[in-house]
């Protein structure tokens, strides 16, 4: 079965729960992964995704025409992590079961808040991601590949391609400046004028 | 910038804890680290997004907030739920009824000539070469019939279950292709057809070339869809939606695959019900939540419900072929 986001809304509108399936399917790994970068524990990034399709089924029959499904429940997902974590209470609970690094998870927070995520498309993220990432120097590619999504260290990295920790930071340094560039529709605004001397 | 590789080390979790608390703080100084910081942290993100989930990892997921909406939706009344049934036996009732009506008409018409049928039996696919030398393939449980003026004054075919066709160009005698209600019309191309009688939808799938879809009663329905783009038409509201789509999944059973994108699993069992010729006892409809991903070439009827059973959370039973009733497999 092949369905665009325009027949998944008008059969989610119906109550049909294939529909919400297609779209828990086609949207959960991506915002999984996302939050899980700014809240590092992965039950709290499970249930804060699932809290945003659960909302979605109950607004379902709210929904406008030209719903874009992924900016929807990002922004609630953001949302949740925003005013939920930021709760003290949980936020305590959160600290005493788990070590995480406070001021990180807080500044890691304030970037989260920063994105405007109204815009979000994320088949057109995924498509820039594949066609940079393509478009990579070969070696380049190849220290991303690992660094990125086999999450080693960049120690690790440099043993196994048989170059030197600094290489491999340059090599990040060029690949996520590049990355930047073209994601740049997808990044916050800058209130100042900000020169980039990289 | 000093601290950019700093920044980036942090970001790619390459820094020990004494020196992140520094790196940290640093950031906190200096508005120019931070929109660094931001950008390129949100970019590594969404870099994370890409990553594939294993399926199993989703079904797991997707457990959690199906048990949260099934117990808030107990609350609901039961009318509701047997109100639901009634519609579709009505609505099940009233396309025979229409269908039976269409055959008769039919016959009015076309009494004087013969008909040829070719026939895919379940279990099946079938290679077939018409009068005009067009080429059809004929997956499980299809019949093609064509009459005995085809290729001369005609090039009708009327179609029940699902057909690739390649079609031999002639501009003079187009090619119809009657499904129930819909009628597909092409001079030349290449195409799929999906109108298995217990099928709400008549699918139509263009690979190459042009082909045009008509309705057998209402004239003003009129569409056109371009290669790579798929029409699906519902038979009970005459509704046409027309999306784009992957020809490869959907014309692998001609190769004998069987590829599953976002199947709902009614359709899944439908499938493999064709392709093994078995029965399936649906004991839980817990199965038929479930979305089915997944891409088989030569694997056996066992093995798929292994997967299924593994990605799905369905389990099965298998009743053998015995003194010619068929293979049953109970699913829970």
Known sequence: MFLNDQDLLWRLKRDDEIAFKVIFNKYYPQLYYFILEFVPLKD?????????????WNKRHELTENT?????????A?????????????????????????????????????????????????????????????????????????????????EELNISVKVVEKHITKGLKIFRIALKDYLPLVAYLFIENI | M??????????????????????????????????????????????????????????????NIHARISSQANQRSIFFKYFKYAAVVFAMVGMS?????????????????????VVADK?????????????????????????????QNNRDLSLSGEAFLEVRKNTQLPLVVTSGKLMVKVLGTR??????????????????????????????????????????????????????????????????????VDTPMSEVLKSLKRKFDVVFE????????????????????KEILDYIQYTCQISYTIIPEKNGVKTKIILN
Request: net charge neutral; with cysteine.
């Open chain 1, 44 to 56: 709290i990034a499970e249930n804060i995704v699932q809290d945003s399709f659960f909302t979605l």
């Open chain 1, 68 to 76: 874009n499904f992924g900016a929807y429940l990002f922004t609630l």
């Open chain 1, 78 to 158: 953001k949302n949740n992590c925003l005013y939920r974590i930021r709760d003290m209470r949980y936020k305590k609970k959160l600290f005493a079961d788990f070590p995480i690094d406070n001021v990180e998870f807080q500044t890691n927070l304030d970037v989260l808040s920063s994105i405007d995520s109204s815009n979000y498309t994320f088949e057109e993220i995924e498509h820039i991601i594949q066609r940079t990432l393509n478009e990579l120097p070969p070696q380049c590619k190849k220290v991303f590949m690992l660094s990125r999504f086999e999450e080693k260290k960049n120690k690790e990295i440099a």
């Open chain 2, 2 to 63: 000093n601290n950019l590789d700093d920044i980036l080390n942090l970001i790619t979790n390459n820094l020990a804890p004494d020196q992140k608390e520094e790196v940290l703080s640093s950031i906190k100084e200096d508005l120019e680290s931070e929109n660094l910081y931001r950008k390129a942290k949100i970019t590594w993100a969404l870099m994370a997004s890409t990553q594939k989930m294993p399926d199993y990892e989703i079904e797991k997921s997707y457990g």
């Open chain 2, 97 to 117: 009824a229409t269908m039976f009506y269409m055959g008769r008409q039919n016959t009015g018409f076309t009494h004087a000539l013969k008909y040829t049928s």
């Open chain 2, 123 to 151: 279990g099946q696919v079938s290679k077939v070469i018409l009068p005009d030398s067009s080429v059809v393939w004929l997956n499980s449980g299809t019949t093609l019939s064509y009459n005995s003026s085809y290729s």
């Open chain 2, 191 to 260: 195409f799929d057809v999906k109108a298995y009688p217990d099928d709400k939808e008549i699918k139509v799938l263009l690979e190459s070339g042009k082909v045009e879809l008509l309705h057998t009663s209402d004239k003003s329905f009129r569409y056109k869809i371009d290669p790579g783009q798929m029409a699906s038409f519902d038979q009970q509201s005459n509704k046409m939606n027309i999306c784009t789509t992957n020809v490869q999944v959907f014309s692998g059973w001609k190769k004998g695959e069987l590829n599953f």
């Open chain 2, 282 to 301: 649906v004991n839980s409809s817990k199965v038929y939540r479930s979305v089915f991903n997944a891409n088989f070439k030569n694997e056996s009827l």
